[in-house]
Every structure is written in structure tokens, then in C-alpha cells.
């Protein structure tokens, strides 16, 4: 064995003094007592699954003064997230092969953790998405308009899954119908009139939508940050092969709140009523939410302080999701095993990818955290490129060590490795 880790490490769900053996990059062996090669002793630290985080927004190519593939994956590993997948509404898009391609060779030299790149599905390319599954992570549909999205006619949801049952990849869905979200466009000067233009109607339109035309879909179906109370009650007895994901920005904001800089708060979809946010919430707690997602959105601060019709939607959260969440998990608001449910385990199995458990033959990806280590969000920690977070201030427990396939990445808060570690998981 080439490594051994000693702790508190949550193994079977529960947390276990115990020592994991790692070879090659992976689990090989949970014993009470392994010495290996090398061994490290986190004695009175907890030693959890890294997260895994199915949806961001890394810019890369063609927005790069928002964040490109090194930030990114930088803020993703300092917040515990071992393996992120990036989302297609790039400039270029990723549509085609040629994109898909510059795209993974891009994140290879700049990543410093894992990562798996979605295709875009368009009207365009339907009957490309046989060929493009061979080498994507994944598909990503937008049903209603978004930032820089691509479009999918919903006429076309029915052809779409078809083409797509050879691939065996997840089918990732933003949930907004877009001829209800045209039906009340108008001006908007705050979050209120962003609300009233993007009601629940549209996101419980689009999942109607996508329920019935999946019926025969053999592919892994994931509807994105789901925002409603109303969208939740569509999708509480949903087929087995679909899950929904939420973010950190619905469940723990609401409108009602004085939010502020407003621009910061506009999002697709928007942020809703309490009402809507506690559904959200007991979803996470009861297991209806199979999935939590940071929608990982950044906008510099220059494109953010304009008027509040013209700014961009879209929050930043790949560094804080998993922080925030240990600190809630410690405070009893949810727990550690659902947080790991929802942030690791889960997503690894949408995306098909073997991490996200402290299991033998899995990848050795685990973070270590102090729970006395408590400390707050502050953006200039972050290293995100935009420089802002909506959470600033909020109480959070950031992982003292990060290691991606046995390797450790972070120690002490302190990066160790060199962009170019990160690997695309999916390579043919
Ligand atoms: C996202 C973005 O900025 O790329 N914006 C957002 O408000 N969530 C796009 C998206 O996920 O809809
Ligand atoms: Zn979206
Ligand atoms: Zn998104």
C-alpha cells in the first residue's frame, strides 16, 4: 500500500475510527489497525467523501475574465469538491466534437481536480447526440432562456431522449418552460419584478414537460435547480431513473429576505418565497432532493453593478457549498449522512463516476475537517475570479486537507499540487 490514513473517516454511514489503505490512487483496504508505505494520522479530525459537484459554470473558453478552468477548479478543491462538471454555455458552446474536444484538452492542462465536461443539446444537433455520447460526461438541455443558454424547443424533448438511449449518459435539464417565461417578460428593477417574471408556473410547466415525454428514457434524467414548492410536489413520486438537485442559494435565501446588492441575488431561476425555500429544505432533510449543486454562476463585479434589468443572472458557489453545509450538518440542521448523500454518493451515481464513498475500489478523494475549525465566508479568501459571494459572512468549515485519488492536494488550507493534476474522468 502507498498510503495509509488514520481517523474518524464515515465508513458504512457512520463515522469510524479507522485506517484507510490506498494503492495507486485508490481505496484498497478499511481496516481498524494498516500501516502502509506512507502513513498520516488525522487523530482527532473527521475524514468525510470530497464532494462532487455536478454543475458549474467555469467560463472556459471565451469568458475567461469570469473564471477559466485553473480559478474554477482552484475554488472547487479549497471548498472540498474533488470533481466538478462543466456546464456547455461557454462561448463557443459545447455542441460538437471540436468544442467538446478543446474543451476537455483545455481543463486538462488547467484543472486541479477531476472533472467531467457536458455537450450541449440543441436543435440543432439532435442527431449528433449518439456520436457526441461517446465522449461527453453528459447532456445539458436548457427548456427556458438563460444566461448565454442554448435552446431546446420542448417539441423536441420526445427525439431528444430517444437519440440519447444508446449513450447511457446523464440527461442534465434547467427547468423553465420558455414560452411561459415569455408569456410574462417585462421590465425588471428589483428581485421582486425577477420573481414575478419567472414564476413556479414555468419551472412545474417545463417538469410536466419532461415527466411525460421520459416515460421509455433508459438515461439517467437530472432536473437542475429546482426552485418551487410546486416543482418539488411534481417530482415526489418521480421514475427511478430521474433526480433533482438543488442549490445552496434556494435553500438558504428567500425573497422576503433584504437581499442585498440585488444584482448579486438575481439567478435563474429566481430566488423564491420562504415557502418555497423550507419546502426545498425539508426535501434535503427527507430525501425527496436527491442532489445539492452549486449552479456555480460567476459574474465579475463590474457586470453585476448595472441596472438591475440589464446585469446578469447567475451566483458563484463551487467553494462554499460544501463549507456551509458542514458547518449546518454540525449544528444539527441536517445530517452528515444526508449532506454525503447529497453532495458525494448521489452525484457520483448520476454521473457514473467511482468516487464520492469511503469504499474499497472507489477513488481515494476525501476531505479532513476540524469541527472546532469554524470560520466565516469571506470573499477575499475565495478563489473564484469574480471576487463576491452572496453568503459573505455566513459561518462555514472549510477542510483543512483535500486528497484527489490518494494524492494530497491541500494541507493546512495550503495548495500542494500544480494545475494540470485534475484529470477528465470520463476518457474513452
Ligand atoms: C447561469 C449562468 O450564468 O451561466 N445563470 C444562472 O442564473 N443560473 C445559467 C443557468 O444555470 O441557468
Ligand atoms: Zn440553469
Ligand atoms: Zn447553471
Known sequence: MDLTVEGKAYIDGSFQDCCLGITD??????????????????????ILPAGIDIHVHFRDPGMTHKEDFSTGSLAAAFGGVSCYYDMPNTIPQTTDMLSLLDKINSSEKKSFVDFGIYSGISNRNI???????????????YLGSTTNSLMLNSKNLRDVFKAANSTNKPILIHAEDDQCL????????????????RPSEC??????KILTSSKTSKNKIHICHLSSFE??????????????????????????????????????????????????????????????ESDHAPHTLDEKNIEFNDAPSGIPGVETLFPMFLY?????????????????????????????????GKDADFIVIDYKDESKVKSEHLHSKCG????????????????????????EHEMLENQGFGRFVDKW
Open 231 to 292: 416543482g418539488l410536489e411534481l417530482l415526489k413520486d418521480k421514475q427511478k431513473n430521474i433526480s433533482c438537485g438543488v442549490t445552496p442559494h434556494h435553500l438558504l435565501l428567500n425573497i422576503e429576505k433584504n437581499l442585498s446588492p440585488k444584482t448579486w441575488h438575481k439567478v435563474n431561476p429566481p430566488i423564491r418565497t420562504d415557502i418555497d425555500r423550507a419546502a426545498l429544505f425539508d426535501g434535503i432533510q427527507n430525501g425527496s432532493i436527491d442532489v445539492l
Open 182 to 197: 415569455i408569456n410574462y417578460k417585462s421590465d425588471e428593477r428589483n428581485l421582486t419584478d425577477h420573481l414575478k417574471c
Open 127 to 141: 442527431q449528433n447526440i449518439a456520436k457526441i455520447g461517446e465522449k461527453c460526461s453528459g447532456f445539458k438541455i
Open 25 to 46: 490512487g485508490k481505496i484498497t483496504a478499511i481496516k481498524k489497525i494498516l500501516k502502509g508505505d506512507k502513513h498520516i494520522t488525522f487523530s482527532h479530525k473527521l
Open 388 to 411: 463576491w459571494s452572496p453568503f459573505e459572512g455566513w459561518p462555514a468549515i472549510f477542510p483543512t486537507h483535500v486528497f484527489v485519488r490518494g494524492e494530497k492536494l491541500i494541507e
Open 203 to 208: 419551472e412545474e410547466t417545463a417538469i410536466k
Open 328 to 360: 449546518l450538518a454540525k449544528k444539527e440542521k441536517i445530517s452528515f449522512g444526508r449532506l454525503i448523500s447529497l453532495f458525494c454518493e448521489n452525484p457520483a451515481e448520476i454521473v457514473n463516476v467511482p468516487k464520492g464513498k469511503l469504499e474499497i
